[in-house]
Nanobody
Framework: VQLQASGGGLVQPGGSLSLSCAGYGFGDNVYAIGWFRQAPGKEREWVLCINDIKQTTYYLESVKGRFTISRDYIEDTVSLQMNNLKAEDTAVYYC????????????????????WGQGTQVTVSS
């Protein structure tokens, strides 16, 4: 089983990007998908997650109102729509799962998400 993240790039502050996470080899399993990010020299941050019934859990107050997550079970993809991007959003973004239907309770619980995509770079700069 594997995840593949895509859609990163360079965007100006205030701009938008949409990231996608595609799942392969999961069969008919339904599972939660989370996004986390890591900037150079900084700790990994859990951003948000969507569970099997499409409920969203946010882990960062700073992205509420700007980032939304959605999923398409037909295409087996999860999308992260990022609007009003800021320089502090610059990081490598990863999608992850542990094939359970439940999102992590917090960042520490997120350590159980051990199936990662390869990451996609998001750079917010003028």
């Amino acid at each position: 089983v594997q995840l593949q993240a895509s859609g990163g790039g360079l965007v100006q502050p205030g701009g938008s990007l949409s990231l996608s996470c595609a799942g392969y080899g999961f069969g008919d399993n339904v599972y939660a998908i989370g996004w986390f990010r890591q900037a150079p020299g900084k700790e990994r941050e859990w951003v948000l997650c969507i569970n099997d019934i499409k409920q969203t859990t946010y882990y960062l107050e700073s992205v509420k109102g700007r980032f939304t997550i959605s999923r398409d079970y037909i295409e087996d993809t999860v999308s992260l729509q990022m609007n009003n991007l800021k320089a502090e959003d610059t990081a490598v973004y990863y999608c992850a799962t542990d094939m359970s239907p439940i999102c992590p309770y917090d960042a520490d619980d997120g350590k159980r998400f051990d199936i990662w995509g390869q990451g996609t770079q998001v750079t917010v700069s003028s």
